[in-house]
């Protein structure tokens, strides 16, 4: 169970943010900028900015947590790869927390199993 909420929490954050971004990016590019939203829209609008915020403190908390997890408990990662990791998830929290999980906890849970 835990390391399917690994899993989940991993990469369904990284998933909404990567949607809103693009739906944000569609909607400053149409005419709609200006326009009032729709009644009929707003609590669907609120309801995805909520699950956003959400998102994006679980992604703080995996980004805390897989820094945790490089410096403490990779062994099979030296100084310098640690240290490009840790910039990456970082900056780029959305798209390396996956692609680290993929790499390296996916096998290590597959190893305890």
């Keep these: 169970m835990k390391k399917k909420l690994v899993m989940l929490g991993s990469v369904l954050p990284s998933v909404i943010v ?3 971004l693009v739906f944000a990016a569609i909607i400053v590019n149409s005419d709609l900028v200006n326009q009032e939203i729709p009644v009929s829209l707003r609590s669907v609008v609120i309801l995805w900015l909520i699950l956003l915020l959400v998102s994006v403190l679980l992604l703080w908390g995996f ?4 820094i945790v997890h490089i410096f403490a408990m ?5 100084i310098g790869k640690k240290i490009i990791w840790t910039v990456c998830i970082w900056f780029f929290s959305f798209i390396t927390i996956p692609i680290y999980w993929y790499i390296y906890l996916r096998n290590d849970e597959r190893n305890k199993t």
């Excluded at 990779?74 to 030296?78: A, M």
């Design 18 to 20: 990567i949607l809103s």
């Design 63 to 66: 980004i805390i947590g897989y």
């Design 74 to 78: 990779n062994k099979e990662l030296i």
